[in-house]
């Protein structure tokens, strides 16, 4: 009879663990479900207030979600931290701060996405941008990197023409590059980055 109801309490112990782990998974389905349509909803706010040219409140609307997993919020995030960057109004501290927490943000979108055409080309814009800080030699050790990930970009998504362009003015920069500027970047790199007009 003890061994009986004990093997009834156990029996009912299980059940009980069984609906309760069952319960769980439900709860936190819903949860992710929940999530994700935030995560979509924040992103139709945040493409609104683009098209709608309101730099500042999206920026402040992005920058809450800075620890996102989420790679379309944080390319998103990256791009309107270099908008306001590019304000008159923005201090030139503040331009640089947003400059180097915009390539983090596109940083961590592409760790988060790598097949993500958007991330690979903010990533390329704001590595660029950071090398304006930087001086002459961070910026054309960059440019072959930032190339790469235009490149990148223009192979996910063939039709986006702002990535298009951005490899053109690439192509221009160091097609036009003074001779005095090639010499320098050939003194400071065994094979320094190089394009033609015709490319």
Not at 92 to 117: D, I, V
């Amino acid at each position: 009879q003890v061994l009986r109801k004990s093997l009834q309490t156990g029996v009912a112990l299980s059940a009980g663990s069984f609906l309760a782990y069952e319960a769980r998974k439900l709860i936190s389905g819903f949860a992710e479900v929940h999530a994700s349509f935030k995560v979509e909803e924040v992103i139709e706010q945040a493409d609104y207030l683009y098209g709608s040219g309101e730099t500042e409140k999206l920026y402040q609307l992005l920058v809450q979600h800075k620890n996102s997993d989420d790679a379309e919020l944080l390319w998103r995030l990256a791009r309107a931290s270099r908008d306001l960057a590019q304000l008159s109004s923005t201090s030139a501290e503040e331009k640089r701060q947003l400059a180097y927490a915009a390539l983090e943000y596109a940083k961590k979108a592409l760790e988060k996405n790598e097949s993500n055409f958007a991330a690979h080309k903010w990533y390329g814009i704001c590595l660029s941008d950071v090398g304006d800080f930087e001086g002459i030699k961070t910026k054309i050790g960059n440019a072959i990197v930032i190339k790469e990930h235009f490149q990148r970009a223009i192979e996910l998504n063939p039709k986006d023409a702002t990535t298009i362009h951005l490899i053109g003015i690439w192509c221009y920069s160091f097609a036009e590059m003074p001779w005095y500027q090639r010499k320098i970047a050939a003194a400071l790199f065994a094979t320094p980055p190089t394009s033609t007009f015709q490319e």
